[in-house]
């Protein structure tokens, strides 16, 4: 089918893996490719609600690369401030080997999807990962794969990461130096100790959804293919 959002043209509705209907679809996004930068923040769901705006002067957007995120605590796009079952971001440009901590999402705090995690102001894991922690010193999980482009994907409800589409075995560790929640819709979504510095790094975000109901593993495989694809 081809679909008409906010002066784009699509081919196919790629935010919709078998099995998904428009109502289980929260809100979706796509950066890249937009034909200008109001276009690209626009919720292609329904375009009346959780439009995304940019808080903070650093943020940028360009059609070839999406939207860029500063190595700023809570810098990002805001609009959409739900708690969400299962979502997904495609990203790129994450430099696997500093030692920072790079957030994706966190819409509400205890929502939180890290592109490279941290268990502390000095212990940077540098793969994806997880947490629903609330304060200080709760549980996060994390990949042992890194990941400096692609998809990632996750289903809150089952604790399930997904990298490209694929499945990962998970580590446990304790969230600490995190007293302080920043969250945001889209961006370096994080929580650390206001008065202590945890590095942050850059990201590029290329697209983002979010759904109220659980994503089986064959539904993150479908969605990651066509995310890649844009």
Same mark, same amino acid.
């Given at each position: ?6 002066? !784009?043209?699509?081919? *196919?509705?790629?935010?919709? #893996? ?7 679809? *929260? ?14 923040? %626009? ?5 009346? $609600? %959780?439009?995304? @705006? ?29 708690? %969400?079952?299962?979502?997904? &971001? ?11 901590? &790079?957030?994706?999402?966190? #819409? ?13 102001? @000095?212990?940077?894991?540098?793969? #994806? ?9 709760? @549980?996060?999980? !994390? ?19 997904? *990298? ?7 580590? $446990? ?17 994080? !929580? ?18 979010? %759904? ?19």
């Amino acid at each position: 089918m081809i679909i008409e959002t906010n002066g !784009r043209r699509r081919s *196919q509705a790629w935010w919709l #893996p078998s099995g998904i209907s428009e109502t289980n679809v *929260q809100a979706a996004y796509q950066f890249k490719g937009a034909t200008s930068e109001s276009n690209a923040y %626009y919720n292609l769901v329904n375009s009346s $609600t %959780y439009s995304l @705006s940019k808080n903070n002067a650093s943020v940028s957007w360009t059609s070839d690369k999406g939207v860029f995120i500063p190595a700023v605590r809570g810098a990002g796009l805001t609009g959409f401030n739900q708690g %969400y079952v299962s979502c997904a &971001i495609r990203f790129s440009d994450v430099d696997v080997n500093a030692n920072t901590a &790079i957030g994706l999402t966190s #819409p509400i705090d205890g929502y939180y999807l890290f592109a490279k995690t941290a268990n502390s102001l @000095s212990t940077y894991y540098k793969t #994806p990962g997880f947490s629903k922690a609330t304060a200080e010193s709760q @549980s996060a999980s !994390r990949s042992s794969e890194s990941m400096a482009n692609g998809v990632l994907g996750y289903t809150r409800s089952l604790d399930k990461l997904y *990298q490209n589409g694929q499945s990962k075995t998970l580590t $446990t560790y304790t969230f600490g130096a995190a007293a302080d929640p920043f969250p945001v819709s889209v961006g370096n979504a994080m !929580r650390s100790n206001t008065a202590l510095t945890r590095y942050m790094g850059t990201v590029y975000i290329q697209a983002a959804v979010f %759904y109220n109901v659980a994503l089986s593993d064959s539904q993150h495989v479908e969605l990651a293919e066509k995310m890649n694809a844009i």
